[in-house]
């Protein structure tokens, strides 16, 4: 199978060969941890963030164990700490916060911060990779029927990334991501329809190196009528609620709009917006702007989001930016998936129908990105998008579904690059689902894997998750 030979002897080698290091980091002052620190093995682009609870686990090869880790966060000084002290999973680090005053700001124009915006979509030739690149990421995604957890999967994955040259064609791309093939496509499960944004550069490719998923999809009622189909097995009808993320961990990609140059980064539309200024800060001991962003009329459907980006101030590079949906936006939003599937034989005789119509409709998504800077550019570090979606239909009681999916970059290759062979390429189109993937499990590469300590399997997540057994004996179970 596609990546599992190669995947173990990886593993193998990694074991001899690397060093693991863990620890959490803190705000000095408070104590607090700090999530989605930024975690850099010093002069590589070799990393990863911190989870929720500010913790981290980061392996590599030994020939780095002298040289030091640096950690980053908007707000806080650097701290570097050699590789040799990080030897203990206990190991604390305190970063000190930087205090700042809006008063040292001298607006000299009136639309400054707009103007500061377009300056930096002129420098991405200059700020970001002019060439394709190869990410070595980690991906995550959750599923949420109502208030249950009821799926997981997550992958090691190797992204050919093409380059930041303003060439994306979103009519092609769209037309290759919305392939669906019913002779190839399982009916019993159904994609989950995602923004139109997110859909990926046709000209990039990914391939899927080791995955893992859950077994378990909880007890929750499907039929409305319950008391006049009591006699029907509704485990025959479990598929109807048996969503899937579709397109796979390239699909959050459309989320960089720098790459893009779209909506707020598009020169030609953020005009629509109205730039102010949320706060100064620093990041990597530099200085930055934190500017918020909204329409400039509401009822304006090609200005639908509000958010913040922070930006460097000397390179004009985009550190991050978050956005949602406005609230005119919502109720506009028409983003949906219809399906008629043929009714089990057993249901269609108490029921009286031949098929059953099951509608799932995005109704809001919020979205998080952020960079990194490795030899002077900028390179995708991190997007995490959570959607909310209605789901109505014949049969089975309406239900709320939320998804949440989380793309980390690991490391940046830039050199004897190639795209995956054809065999190898996880298809890029809405109908292919990771969760459905036919990768079988391998243990022993994810032993030394940097992926995220997951906290968001922690508390009511894992307790859903795991409500029949543990999430490892799940993943040996669902090959």
């Known amino acids: 199978m596609l990546g599992f030979g190669s995947s173990s002897s990886f593993a193998q080698q990694k074991k001899q060969e690397t060093i693991t290091i863990e620890a959490t980091v803190f705000d000095k002052e408070t104590k607090d941890p700090l999530p989605f620190t930024n975690v850099l093995l010093e002069n590589t682009s070799i990393g990863t963030i911190t989870n929720e609870d500010g913790k981290f686990e980061l392996t590599f090869s030994k020939k ?51 103007e500061m915006i377009n300056e930096a979509i002129s420098l991405i030739p200059k700020n970001y990779a002019q060439q394709a690149v190869t990410l070595e990421t980690y991906y995550r995604e959750l599923t949420k029927i109502n208030d ?27 037309t290759n991501y919305k392939q669906f093939n019913r002779l190839e496509f399982n009916i019993n499960q159904v994609p989950f329809p995602e923004p139109k944004e997110f859909v990926a550069d046709m000209r990039d490719k990914t391939k899927i190196i080791a995955l893992r998923k859950s077994d378990n999809l909880q007890d929750y009622k499907i039929m409305e009528r319950s008391e006049d189909l009591k006699s029907i097995d509704t485990t025959n009808l479990k598929w109807l609620e048996n969503n899937e993320i579709g397109g796979g961990p390239l699909r959050l990609t459309g989320a960089d709009k720098v790459k893009r140059q779209a909506d707020f980064f598009n020169p030609k539309i953020n005009h629509k917006y109205k730039f102010t200024l949320y706060g100064k800060s620093t990041y990597n001991n530099k200085l930055v702007y934190i500017i918020s962003f909204k329409p400039k009329d509401s009822n304006d459907i090609e200005a639908p989001y509000i958010g913040e980006i922070t930006l460097e101030e000397e390179s004009k590079g985009i550190i991050s930016y978050s956005y949602e949906l406005t609230k005119k936006a919502k109720k506009k939003l028409n983003e949906r998936f219809a399906a008629q599937l043929r009714t089990p034989e057993i249901v269609e005789k108490e029921s009286k129908k031949a098929f059953i119509t099951r509608i799932t409709s995005l109704k809001d ?40 999916s989380e793309l980390v970059v690991n490391s940046i290759k830039t050199e004897k690059l190639s795209p995956p062979e054809n065999e190898n390429i996880f298809k890029n189109n809405f109908s292919n689902s990771l969760f459905t993937y036919p990768l079988p499990y391998d243990p022993s590469f994810w032993k030394d894997y940097n992926a995220l300590i997951p906290t968001a399997l922690l508390g009511k997540a894992l307790e859903d998750l795991e409500a029949k057994e543990s999430l490892e004996s799940q993943f040996q179970n669902k090959n």
């Not at 700042?100 to 700001?105: A, G, K, N, V």
């Not at 930041?164 to 979103?170: G, R």
């Open 64 to 114: 780095y164990a002298s040289s030091s880790v640096i950690f980053s966060f908007v707000g806080y000084e650097n701290n570097s700490i050699p590789v040799k002290k990080l030897k203990s999973p206990t190991y604390k680090i305190f970063l000190k916060s930087i205090s700042t005053s809006l008063d040292e700001i001298v607006v000299t124009a009136k639309n400054k911060y707009k």
């Open 365 to 404: 998504f919020k979205v998080y990105v952020n960079f990194s800077v490795y030899q002077d550019k900028w390179y995708l570090k991190r997007i995490k998008a959570t959607n909310s979606y209605d789901n109505k239909g014949d049969l089975f009681e309406s239900y709320e579904a939320t998804t949440e």
């Open 148 to 174: 249950n957890y009821t799926k997981f999967a997550d992958a090691a994955t190797e992204i050919y990334y093409s380059a930041y040259d303003n060439n994306f064609d979103y009519l092609l791309s769209n």
